[in-house]
């Protein structure tokens, strides 16, 4: 009985944030923006990413308030604890660039290790790279962005194998190396990129083990 009763909760819970969230869609549409930030911080503070979201473009514009990235970044932090990927690369994104916030590379790191953590894939290259390059507060280390990356590789990520196979194909971020790049694309083929299989069989007719 109490089971039936909280599931019921649940749902009317969830119909009661869902209304919020489109309260706020019809007051943005009729041009009553306060009103719509009323709701999307009601239907945001319960839970409801979308309303976040609106509430991080707002902000971010200053769209019917008053331009605030300090509370546009912490509806995006919000979003990110959440568990939601973009909000994270998003936020390292910001740190990397050092737009919209001092350039931190630390800060990059931590949200891009959480975009990463939930399974998307950007967050793992762009963790990568950072480390790739070094500086603002990140000492340059290549051998813990290639364990990165072969790790996340080896978890049949196919865009982290087919951004590592073409790194040391290239040789730009790093020492080119053809070996690796050819292990790498081997891996990428396996996951279904084709053109990481005409890497491998490039490579393989050049002669590289």
């Not at 749902?11 to 209304?19: E, M, P, V």
């Not at 793992?124 to 996340?152: M, N, T, W």
Request: aromatic share 12%; with cysteine.
């Amino acid at each position: 009985m109490l089971q039936k009763t909280f599931l019921i909760l649940v749902i009317l819970g969830s119909n009661l944030y869902a209304d919020y969230f489109e309260k706020a869609l019809n007051a943005y549409k009729q041009g009553e923006k306060e009103e719509a930030v009323k709701f999307y911080k009601k239907a945001c503070d319960n839970g409801n990413t979308e309303g976040c979201g609106k509430l991080v473009t707002m902000y971010g514009k200053g769209d019917g308030v008053r331009q605030d990235l300090n509370k546009a970044l912490y509806y995006m932090e919000g979003m990110c604890n959440d568990g939601h990927s973009k909000a994270c690369h998003k936020l390292g994104s910001f740190y990397k660039s050092g737009k919209k916030v001092p350039h931190n590379n630390k800060q990059a790191i931590k949200f891009y290790k959480k975009a990463c953590d939930n399974g998307f894939a950007s967050g793992c290259i762009s963790e990568a790279i950072v480390y790739q390059e070094g500086g603002y507060g990140v000492k340059r280390d290549i051998k813990r962005a290639f364990r990165l990356l072969d790790k996340e590789c080896n978890k049949g990520n196919m865009f982290v194998c087919q951004y590592t196979g073409l790194i040391y194909f290239e040789g730009k971020e790093v020492r080119q190396n053809l070996k690796v790049a050819k292990e790498f694309f081997g891996k990428a083929c396996d996951t279904g990129w084709d053109e990481g299989c005409e890497y491998y069989r490039l490579l393989n007719e050049q002669g590289i083990k």
